[in-house]
């Protein structure tokens, strides 16, 4: 069976050809009207023997072909030369010199190509693994969340600030326990392999203990208890926040630890509230160090009310003027755009509108910066259902410190 030629192999075939067909044409007509004499007036065409040879090495993998074509050229050279004269001793000096200097250098040039082209393959093979082990680091310490986690609606945007990067110092994950739906956000001090396994001991803790203990405050503690251990005293630090959704009443609980403040979109609203706790308490791991008691917060969810969770990649994002990314303007505008197309749409009722937001979001933040973002940067939104399974008497914005 034949297999058709792409358009970029057509070309690289027309182009070889071309060369081929331009280098023996040169050979022909310069031997032509050199031993025919074709021409009366003087002419130096002799140099022009030189040019074969530097036409065949372009594009080729070996030197053969600029080595066989500089052969053919010095022939003719040769032919010339005994046609004029009547023997050897004739051949232009300078014509043979061109032609052996012209021969050498493309075959040399086109030896260096090959290996260049060789060390690019090694190179891009070794990174091609190396993005490999990243992307399996990312599955095994950030591990790909469901769009759904019980009546909530889910979607998490990860920008590495590495070109090549896949996963980095920041950290997320969810849990449904029997206290309810907790989430935790994180962001670990530094960067490097050091802050990935740093990631990777705060998100193994937090699966073990999210289902035990009762309360955030006590889930803080854990968390900064077991780092301390395995780091040692205030070694490492990870800015943490914590949520935890009760899906019967819907019911938002917070608890900060030094990490950016989590932004509520309401519904129809048009509007961002940031949930700013009294007093945040301090990271992970240096969680003895401070009083955490004011680092709470209690808000009710009304139904369609979108939750961000984010790291602080997002809000110190600079653009070319080294102005911040205005995350708390743009979310608003960017929630009324993701609602109109989603109403536009017959089917936006039935897609996952968080992951819709998020889009948009990262998107605007890539434009915002315009180059590799500086810092690593999550995003993670939370969006409410319809409607909670058991219905309030009211839908006040309670807050409770």
């Given at each position: 069976?034949?297999?058709?030629?792409?358009?970029?192999?057509?070309?690289?075939?027309?182009?070889?050809?071309?060369?081929?067909?331009?280098?023996?044409?040169?050979?022909?007509?310069?031997?032509?009207?050199?031993?025919?004499?074709?021409?009366?007036?003087?002419?130096?065409?002799?140099?022009?023997?030189?040019?074969?040879?530097?036409?065949?090495?372009?594009?080729?993998?070996?030197?053969?072909?600029?080595?066989?074509?500089?052969?053919?050229?010095?022939?003719?050279?040769?032919?010339?030369?005994?046609?004029?004269?009547?023997?050897?001793?004739?051949?232009?000096?300078?014509?043979?010199?061109?032609?052996?200097?012209?021969?050498?250098?493309?075959?040399?040039?086109?030896?260096?190509?090959?290996?260049?082209?060789?060390?690019?393959?090694?190179?891009?093979?070794?990174?091609?693994?190396?993005?490999?082990?990243?992307?399996?680091?990312?599955?095994?310490?950030?591990?790909?969340?469901?769009?759904?986690?019980?009546?909530?609606?889910?979607?998490?945007?990860?920008?590495?600030?590495?070109?090549?990067?896949?996963?980095?110092?920041?950290?997320?994950?969810?849990?449904?326990?029997?206290?309810?739906?907790?989430?935790?956000?994180?962001?670990?001090?530094?960067?490097?392999?050091?802050?990935?396994?740093?990631?990777?001991?705060?998100?193994?803790m937090y699966r073990e203990v999210a289902h035990e203990v009762h309360t955030l405050p006590e889930?803080?503690?854990?968390?900064?208890?077991?780092?301390?251990?395995?780091?040692?005293?205030?070694?490492?630090?990870?800015?943490?926040?914590?949520?935890?959704?009760?899906?019967?009443?819907?019911?938002?609980?917070?608890?900060?630890?030094?990490?950016?403040?989590?932004?509520?979109?309401?519904?129809?609203?048009?509007?961002?509230?940031?949930?700013?706790?009294?007093?945040?308490?301090?990271?992970?791991?240096?969680?003895?160090?401070?009083?955490?008691?004011?680092?709470?917060?209690?808000?009710?969810?009304?139904?369609?009310?979108?939750?961000?969770?984010?790291?602080?990649?997002?809000?110190?994002?600079?653009?070319?003027?080294?102005?911040?990314?205005?995350?708390?303007?743009?979310?608003?505008?960017?929630?009324?755009?993701?609602?109109?197309?989603?109403?536009?749409?017959?089917?936006?009722?039935?897609?996952?509108?968080?992951?819709?937001?998020?889009?948009?979001?990262?998107?605007?933040?890539?434009?915002?910066?315009?180059?590799?973002?500086?810092?690593?940067?999550?995003?993670?939104?939370?969006?409410?259902?319809?409607?909670?399974?058991?219905?309030?008497?009211?839908?006040?914005?309670?807050?409770?410190?």
């Open positions: 069976m034949r297999i058709p030629l792409k358009a970029g192999q057509r070309r690289a075939r027309w182009q070889d050809w071309w060369l081929e067909v331009s280098s023996a044409a040169v050979i022909v007509v310069v031997v032509v009207i050199c031993v025919a004499r074709a021409w009366t007036a003087p002419l130096l065409l002799e140099p022009l023997l030189a040019v074969p040879p530097a036409l065949a090495g372009i594009g080729v993998a070996t030197a053969r072909k600029p080595l066989a074509y500089g052969g053919a050229a010095l022939a003719a050279a040769i032919v010339i030369a005994i046609t004029a004269t009547g023997a050897t001793r004739g051949v232009p000096a300078a014509t043979i010199v061109a032609i052996i200097v012209v021969t050498a250098l493309s075959a040399a040039a086109t030896a260096l190509s090959r290996a260049g082209q060789q060390q690019t393959t090694t190179q891009q093979q070794h990174l091609a693994n190396v993005v490999s082990v990243a992307e399996a680091a990312q599955r095994a310490v950030l591990r790909p969340l469901p769009e759904h986690v019980g009546p909530l609606e889910l979607g998490v945007v990860y920008l590495a600030a590495a070109a090549d990067a896949q996963v980095g110092g920041d950290l997320y994950d969810v849990a449904k326990t029997p206290h309810g739906i907790r989430v935790i956000i994180g962001d670990v001090r530094g960067k490097g392999l050091g802050a990935v396994e740093v990631a990777a001991d705060v998100l193994g889930l803080a503690r854990r968390l900064d208890a077991g780092l301390s251990r395995r780091w040692g005293e205030h070694e490492e630090f990870v800015t943490a926040l914590l949520a935890e959704i009760n899906p019967e009443a819907g019911r938002l609980t917070l608890f900060n630890c030094g990490h950016p403040p989590p932004m509520l979109v309401p519904a129809g609203d048009g509007s961002v509230t940031i949930l700013e706790v009294p007093a945040p308490a301090p990271p992970l791991g240096l969680l003895t160090l401070g009083d955490p008691s004011g680092a709470s917060l209690s808000v009710n969810l009304r139904p369609r009310d979108q939750l961000l969770l984010y790291t602080d990649g997002v809000t110190e994002a600079r653009d070319a003027a080294r102005r911040f990314y205005p995350l708390d303007d743009r979310l608003a505008v960017l929630a009324a755009a993701a609602a109109h197309a989603a109403r536009a749409s017959a089917a936006g009722e039935d897609g996952n509108a968080a992951a819709g937001l998020l889009e948009l979001l990262r998107a605007d933040l890539v434009k915002h910066v315009g180059a590799p973002l500086d810092d690593d940067a999550a995003l993670l939104l939370i969006r409410s259902p319809a409607a909670w399974s058991s219905p309030r008497r009211s839908n006040p914005r309670a807050v409770t410190a």
